[in-house]
């Protein structure tokens, strides 16, 4: 990567901060700085006593081996990752408690206890091995939002299998990519998923990756939608036929701790997939952690984090951490807006959910459909919010914290990334003061820094490079069969640290301020603005639900900036927008970051994780080829990009 400059423009400036209300902080598991100042101290021991609290097989010899830039958390120490989250818990009254609460899409619910949970693991690490998974292998998982999904990922760890989770939105070409370069010889997959109201046709997407291929030997089919599947002789099983005749118990694999758990491929958002590999130990340890402490977790909560399962954030916060600390989790299906834009708000009622977990752009979503669909329902069981993804524009902070909080619940903006498996930049609910848009301060145990390019420190304020400076436990081994490229891409831009890639910066209570991915940095006329203050600015406009900022060249500032604005609903379009919207974020932030042209369309090209690509715009804007979208969310906008660039050719004004 080119880093041009030492340091970012910083240009918003948001004043306003939420104490932690009294009544959370009563009952909350950390109430001051107690646990920061310990894990400062000593941030090995911090974690060892962390780890005393999962069940180890075998006690470690050594917390931490560091190699730069390979780190080893519990050297010599055995475990098992689905018996901390399942037969651990067998063995207290958390037996017959709820683990997954789930909810599909067209309205069925199924519950599964603790103890049904861990019988179906079993079983299903029966099916594994019986088609001759062995630990060590790879097994490619690519399943709707059903709870077979995390029974098939628990039953891989049971085994010592690493799973390989594809998100059920992926094409067939995204599946024969990874598939090929995790060298899977098994596939979980289902006859097809559910999505307002449609079917996805998942087994027919497997067959179309797989053909001409020999790599995948087995695939096993679950029913999910009850339709008609082709299904080839000798490599296609139905996943009840193998459940119902496979043994009933499955001993859990002693696992090293540095063994690994799993690969996640990254959604892509700047080019090709990388193999992020992680460890069993470490992670499990991590995310154990990271859950009970950020979420608050108590056994009478219900926990939602509405991510995909075939995101990182889904691993760590639907999967391995709520259930390591035994907690209930919901889980649902289908579209957000699916029959109504009340769906979640609903379930949110009928399951009491006390925990909320998302992403900026749902929130945006919601708030472009406008408040009267959360308002037809009693939110008053939520307890705490929480969100990921991005960084989180206040005015859609504070709309959460209003409208879905009731102002009660404090929101806790969780920074992280798939290489780092765990939580790293976050507030702790019951003793950090919050500031609408800031992730606030590391975790306990967790050190970061903002820099310029020779890794020194910028001044408070300045924009920079977030750098992460000491290894932490659920942090990435390696790339898969990649080594090489792991050390290029993380540990070579600022020499001894791991650079995330994002820009930020910290203020005079040293909280961090995410300003969004480097690459997405423009240099205008000398200065270097991170796109997400403007994407910003332009949303706090009560008309404007949604933005995407890019440059483009310009003769004379070097670049401009150009805006793609989704408007809330119902609100006309008009010629005066425009220019309305450019007084706006000048006097929000400045003359210097006024898109010279701002467009106004239906929708803005995004990952399937719910990310704008703003890869994509712009290399439409400069005329260059836009590469891999296999991870786009719809094809669509990428023609409404090209729309609106014809607008402009043609000189026509769009908003
Ligand atoms: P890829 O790395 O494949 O391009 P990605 O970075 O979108 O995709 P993730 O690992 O899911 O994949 O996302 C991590 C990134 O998301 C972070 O690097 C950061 O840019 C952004 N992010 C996540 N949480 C926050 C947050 N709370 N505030 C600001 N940015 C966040
Ligand atoms: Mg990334």
Redo the contacts with the bound molecule.
Sequence with gaps: MVVSSATIDNLLREREQYPVPDVFREHALVRDDRLWEGAERDPEGFWAAEAEKLHWIKHWDKVLEWNLPFAKWFVGGRLNVSENCLDRHLRSPRRNKVAIQWEGEPGERRSLTYHQLWREVNRFANVLKGLGVRRGDRVTIYMPMVPELPIAMLACSRIGAIHSVIFGGFSAQSIKDRVEDADSHVLVTADAGIRRGNLIPLKQTVDEALSGSEIVQHVIVYRRAGIDVPMYPGRDRWWHELAAVADRTCDPEPMLATDPLFILY??????R??GIQHSTGGYLVGVATTSRYIFDLKDDDLFWCTADIG??TGHSYLVYGPLANGASVFMYEGAPDWPQPDRWWSMIEENQITILYTAPTAIRAFMRSGEEFPKRHDLSSLRLLG??????NPEAWRWYHRTIGGGRCPIV???????TGMILITPLPGSTMTKPGS?TRTFPGVSAEVVDEHGRPVPVNKGGYLVITKPWPAMLQTIFKDPGRYNEVYWSKVPGTYF???GARTDEDGYFW?M??IDDVINVAGHRIGTMEVESALVSHPKVAEAAVVGKPHPIKGQALVAYVVLKTGVARSSELSKELQRHVRAAIGAIAVPDDIFVTDKVPK?R?G?IMRRVIRALVSGQDIGDTTTLEDAGAVEEVRRWLKEVEGDRPSA
Excluded: H, M, N, Y
Aim: charged share 20%; no cysteine.
């Design positions: 990254t959604s892509g958002t700047t080019g997939p990388k995101w990182v969100t990921v993804g991005e960084p989180i903006d969780t920074w992280w990334q798939t290489e992730a995330t890639g994002d995410l969004g991915r990952t994780s990310k």
